[in-house]
């Protein structure tokens, strides 16, 4: 699969994490933000949280696109050993 690129922020690309969707110009796992998000974290406070490296705007978009159903990113399931 060549790279894909969703809105202004969203990119999946085979060569990076695996396929997963990820948040443009980083590595950082669309997922991780949800799930940071559901734990009650703000876009600016995550935002701060990966040192700027993705901004509130990008985290806002992730959230807006997935809570509409645009797109789907299932956090992988954690299991005790």
Same mark, same amino acid.
């Given at each position: 699969?060549?790279? $894909?690129?969703?809105? !202004? &922020?969203?990119? *999946?690309?085979?060569?990076?994490?695996?396929?997963?969707? $990820?948040?443009?110009?980083?590595?950082?796992?669309?997922?991780?933000?949800?799930?940071?998000?559901? *734990?009650? &974290?703000?876009?600016?406070?995550? /935002?701060?949280? &990966?040192?700027?490296? $993705? /901004?509130?705007?990008?985290?806002?978009? *992730?959230?807006?696109?997935?809570?509409?159903?645009?797109?789907?990113?299932?956090?992988? !399931? !954690?299991?005790?050993?």
């Amino acid at each position: 699969m060549a790279r $894909i690129e969703i809105g !202004k &922020y969203l990119a *999946a690309d085979t060569r990076v994490c695996g396929g997963r969707l $990820i948040l443009r110009g980083s590595r950082i796992l669309v997922s991780d933000v949800l799930e940071l998000t559901q *734990a009650g &974290y703000s876009p600016t406070a995550i /935002s701060r949280q &990966y040192r700027g490296i $993705i /901004s509130p705007d990008a985290v806002r978009e *992730a959230v807006s696109l997935t809570s509409r159903g645009i797109v789907t990113e299932v956090g992988r !399931k !954690k299991t005790a050993a």
